[in-house]
């Protein structure tokens, strides 16, 4: 259920592009997937939390995970892990390391990114 406080929140334009599948053994460059999301501004992500959604994947995206950041979206945002995302200008290419819906709200989908 989305809530009157995290729309509040949601108040950071971001936006992500997606690397397209291989059509002939060769990788297309990204192209933009969305222009114009409304985010929580990224804040720094507790390790414990990136673990959590990194669980099987190599130590070194475990440790730049540790080094990342959170933030928070709509759930229909179609945001993956592998997109890159440029938030404010301020996060330029930063990469989604997870998204999965908010454990607390299915209304909210959590981003797990690292620069």
């Known amino acids: 259920m989305a809530t009157k406080t995290m729309d509040?929140?949601?108040d950071t334009t971001a936006s992500t592009e997606r690397t397209p599948a291989k059509s002939g053994g060769k990788t297309s460059p990204p192209t933009t997937n969305l222009a114009s999301v409304t985010i929580v501004?990224?804040?720094?992500a507790d390790p414990e939390l990136t673990e959590k959604y990194l669980a099987g994947?190599?130590?070194s995206a475990i440790n730049a995970a540790r080094r990342g950041w959170v933030a928070y979206a709509d759930a229909g945002a179609d945001i993956l892990a592998g997109d890159k995302m440029t938030?404010?200008?301020?996060?330029t290419d930063a990469k989604v390391l997870a998204a999965?819906?908010?454990p607390t709200d299915n209304a909210?989908?959590?981003i797990i990114l690292s620069e």
């Open 8 to 10: 509040y929140l949601l």
């Open 41 to 44: 501004a990224p804040m720094p």
């Open 57 to 59: 994947t190599t130590q």
């Open 87 to 91: 938030v404010a200008g301020v996060f």
């Open 100 to 102: 999965a819906p908010w």
């Open 108 to 110: 909210y989908i959590e």
